[in-house]
């Protein structure tokens, strides 16, 4: 009896559930590439080129391994461009008795899949993605009869049962987080390591050459594409940030420098979200550094967290409060996104520095994702679909299921505190301590009011006048709201008329 294997475009592992058991001579393997899943968001032109040029290398390791594999190039003249008709394409060449794939990663897929019986005629069998570190059901038992999930509390389970930073039962160093660690600001002077990029091989530049005929209108640049699209080349970009980020990662994580988007941080993302590298291998990878000497544990831990922590966790939110997630809009946030998220045309130097990476690497580090381009979202009152829509069309780690819960639930606080007990909202101040943004800018940071002043300045206070009944009843908001308690009303008018004069001539 013949299974059809279904392999997707982020699951690129050789120790998928959907591969095991498989019997090599009689089951079959079967990748698509389809027109539907590179353009249902306009994606970034390395992001594409990205998740096609992985999928046809890990095409050819299987192939080398005896395994039969169908596979549907972008390009192939028969090619019907949807999941659903190349699947029935497939069981009429490969007559099946039955579909196996590993459970797909978004929402949209899944529905997709829970169709796929009725269509074939066939039973379509759905495997758990173990892969992770919480399964669906674990996470969904961690956050049932809880008033408040906070990510805190499910990465120490997650440490404890994983023994990931462990000293017996006690977290490494005694105490769970050294965040307070890592605000450092960069040092004038100081130097990023250069980071190691991988030129394309043959196959990769045939995908590039593809992406720039059929996608030509797509946002972002392919000059600068040197993402790792083999197993072997995420190892090779493992090891080489363990060398040479790891160490000063946690000092300065939350920092960002004008022209220099890397820094200290992974670049990990994509080949982990792609299932080039796994979770459990890369927090291992990082500890056995701690634990040799070799990058201080205030780095280890911080970096352990965004895997274990953050990444398990925003997948727990996402399955578990989809599909009503998706609409959330605590905020009642209305406003069209600016067009200078597309071009970078805009006189405000943080937003330029982090849009313009972007557009030339399909990467910005996630203080830029959050207290850049998301804070000004937040404070501008973008609508949270069309700002969400974006994180997900440009970043080449950008995937539903890890985008979504950290757009709407922490850049932009769309679902009203269910992931954040705060919004992330800040003025200018910010950006001007943890970067060198604010030194070239046509604003002036120190400038509270008035045509030089920096916009997040007036931004940040029109976003706390107009949503006080909102938010002035949380504990993590006291402060800002004791200080602006004290504002007489016209200070209070004039600041909402700067705001307004500023987001009435966005576009």
Not at 242 to 267: I, W
Request: charged content about 25%; aromatic content about 12%.
């Amino acid at each position: 009896m013949t299974a059809l294997r279904i392999i997707l475009g982020d699951q690129l592992s050789l120790d998928l559930s959907a591969l095991d058991d498989l019997e090599p001579g009689r089951d079959v393997v079967l990748m698509m590439e389809v027109m539907e899943e590179n353009t249902y968001v306009r994606h970034h032109k390395q992001k594409i080129v990205l998740v096609l040029a992985a999928m046809r290398h890990f095409a050819e390791t299987l192939r080398q391994r005896g395994l039969t594999v169908d596979y549907v190039g972008l390009d192939a003249s028969d090619n019907t461009d949807s999941f659903a008709t190349e699947i029935q394409r497939a069981v009429a060449r490969h007559r099946p008795s039955r579909i196996v794939l590993t459970e797909p990663s978004e929402w949209r897929v899944q529905a997709m899949v829970e169709g796929w019986q009725a269509l074939t005629g066939l039973p379509v069998e759905v495997r758990s993605d173990h892969r992770f570190f919480a399964s669906r059901a674990r996470f969904a038992a961690w956050a049932s009869g809880r008033q408040g999930w906070r990510m805190e509390y499910f990465y120490r389970e997650m440490r404890r049962e994983h023994g990931l930073l462990m000293e017996g039962d006690r977290p490494a160093g005694g105490e769970w987080n050294y965040d307070r660690e890592n605000r450092k600001r960069l040092p004038a002077g100081a130097v990023s390591p250069a980071r190691r990029r991988f030129l394309p091989d043959e196959t990769t530049r045939e995908v590039i050459a593809l992406v720039e005929r059929r996608f030509p209108d797509h946002f972002g640049e392919l000059q600068e594409f040197g993402w790792p699209v083999t197993r072997s080349d995420a190892l090779r970009a493992l090891g080489d940030f363990v060398e040479h980020g790891l160490p000063h990662f946690g000092d300065f994580q939350d920092a960002m420098k004008a022209d220099t988007p890397f820094l200290f941080h992974s670049l990990l993302a994509p080949a982990l979200n792609l299932g080039l590298l796994s979770p459990r291998e890369t927090c291992k990878a990082a500890e056995d550094a701690w634990r040799s000497g070799r990058a201080p544990l205030n780095a280890v831990e911080g970096f352990v967290r965004q895997i274990l922590g953050w990444r398990e966790y925003v997948r727990g939110v996402y399955w578990t409060l989809m599909p009503g997630y998706a609409d959330q809009n605590a905020l009642q946030a209305t406003r069209d996104l600016p067009a200078f998220y597309w071009t970078g045309a805009t006189d405000m130097r943080c937003l330029r520095e982090a849009i313009g990476s972007t557009a030339r690497y399909a990467y910005s580090h996630h203080i830029q994702r959050l207290m850049v381009t998301g804070n000004f979202a937040l404070l501008a009152g973008i609508a949270p679909r069309q700002i969400e829509r974006w994180y997900l069309a440009v970043y080449a780690d950008a995937f539903e299921w890890v985008e979504m819960p950290n757009t709407l639930g922490m850049a932009v606080f769309a679902d009203g505190g269910q992931m954040a007990s705060k919004p992330y909202a800040a003025s200018g101040a910010y950006i001007d301590r943890m970067s060198d943004f604010c030194a070239g800018c046509t604003y002036d940071v120190k400038q509270k009011t008035g045509p030089k002043a920096c916009p997040f300045n007036y931004l940040y206070w029109a976003f706390l006048i107009r949503q006080k009944e909102r938010l002035s009843g949380s504990p993590r908001m006291a402060m800002p709201y004791r200080n602006l308690a004290g504002w007489p009303r016209e200070r209070k008018a004039k600041m909402l008329a700067e705001a307004d004069a500023f987001l009435n001539q966005l576009n």
